[in-house]
């Protein structure tokens, strides 16, 4: 069972990663003799100008700068929020949901405007402002819910002990958010890596187009032809961030969990 889990999970990575190795030829006559395998798709990708790394490294700048700012600003909303009692928590509560479930197209020509207005287009750092504005009604109600979760004896052992609130949220209660700051924090990065409409209003330079961009204006030899290969390739070397941002994130979220052990 775990092992059909495990292929159901990676299938669409393996089989991205099976054609950006495989020849044109050979993605349309899967029984074509010779060596159906080259690297060619991943020298066509690299050897782009500007280089592949760039638009890494634009998405990669992008997604930190926005998961960095919503936990900033999440992590203060959602425990204020938590402290409230009543109506007032409720309604919050319901707003921040409809926020989180309003379409974002329909704030399409509104960003545009603001980019145009402030002069925020072709800035990537700027991009990280409308991104975390977008992720953070999410990020506030997952942090609410898990500062709702914590014993509320920790808290007060601590006021009782003379900490302030800049120092009970330090030394006492982020220390135990770990998990969900860590999944938090991978669903912002996930939202703003993978985020299309938006880039392609503010950012005209090709130097600093984000990953989707990039990948999306591949071309083939002709207007016929739809280079798989390349694309595939593209897909898997954009994975590679992702994929090391889960094993770096994995240790946080196990340790996290055993600190948040109490007994009872």
């Known amino acids: 069972m775990r092992l059909l889990v495990l292929l159901w999970s990676l299938g669409p990575l393996l ?3 099976r054609t950006s190795l495989l020849r044109p030829e050979a993605l349309v006559a899967p029984l074509l003799e010779g060596n159906p395998w080259t690297l060619a798709n991943y020298r066509l990708v690299l050897s ?3 280089p592949f790394w760039r638009y890494l490294g634009n998405s990669t700048l992008v997604a930190l700068a926005t998961t960095l700012l919503t936990l900033l600003l999440a992590v203060p909303c959602a425990y204020g929020l938590q402290q409230q009692r009543g109506l007032l928590r409720w309604g919050v509560g319901l707003a921040l949901v409809g926020a989180a479930m309003f379409p974002t197209v329909l704030l399409f020509l509104a960003l545009l405007e603001i980019a145009r207005r402030f002069g925020l287009a072709n800035d990537l750092l700027a991009l ?3 991104y975390a504005g977008l992720s953070l009604p999410l990020a506030v109600l997952l942090l609410r819910a ?3 979760d914590l014993p509320a004896e920790l808290e007060d052992a601590a006021r009782l002990e003379g900490l302030g609130l800049g ?3 330090r030394h006492v209660l982020l220390p135990l958010l ?7 924090g991978i ?6 890596w993978n985020e299309y409409a938006i880039a ?3 950012i005209s330079r090709s130097d600093l187009l984000t990953l989707p961009i990039a990948i999306a204006r591949i071309g083939g030899g002709s207007v016929f032809t739809i280079p798989y290969g390349a694309f595939a390739a593209a897909t898997v070397l954009g994975s590679l961030p992702l994929l090391l941002l889960v094993l770096v994130a994995q240790r946080p979220i196990i340790s996290g969990l055993t600190r948040g052990a109490v007994k009872g």
């Open 200 to 202: 392609l209003t503010w």
């Open 187 to 192: 669903l912002v990065f996930l939202a703003s």
């Open 167 to 169: 120092q009970r949220l």
């Open 178 to 184: 770990g998990p969900a700051l860590a999944s938090t």
């Open 146 to 148: 898990a500062f709702a």
């Open 48 to 50: 782009g100008d500007p």
């Open 15 to 17: 089989w991205q990663l």
């Open 128 to 130: 990280s402002l409308p």
